[in-house]
């Protein structure tokens, strides 16, 4: 059985920095992309990061380039996104999700095969 457990959301402050995790198991994880998803009350679920299977390549959505960084470690079967410079707009459940041999342009939510339950972010002063 797959199960993907999000971990490490919380409440931060305007400009504070928050590390997610992800682990997995049940799946033979180094062959999956791992993205990460975020959904805010009354919103559309919307793309994050990825990263690839086998190069490690990423991608980020405009709104989070250059603050968010994603990696994964793939002897622990985990990926982690690390948040930087949070604003009140990046509050959401965040979400990770797995991609049977996906590279970086996996963007799309109907791309990936396992969902975790999501952590819940929240930016506030």
């Known amino acids: 059985q797959v199960q993907l457990v999000e971990s490490g959301g919380g409440l931060v402050q305007p400009g504070g920095s928050l590390r997610l995790s992800c682990a997995a198991s049940?799946?033979?994880?180094?062959?999956?992309?791992m993205g990460w998803f975020r959904q805010a009350p009354g919103k559309e679920r919307e793309f994050v990061a990825v990263i690839s299977w086998h190069s490690g390549s990423a991608a980020y959505a405009d709104s989070v380039k250059g603050r968010f960084t994603i990696s994964r470690d793939n002897a622990k079967n985990t990926v982690y996104l690390q948040m930087n410079s949070l604003k009140p707009e990046d509050a959401a459940v965040y979400s990770c999700a797995a991609n049977f041999l996906g590279g970086s342009g996996a963007y799309s939510p109907s791309a990936y095969e396992y969902w975790g339950q999501g952590t819940q972010v929240t930016v506030s002063s």
């Open positions: 049940g799946l033979s994880f180094s062959q999956y992309a």
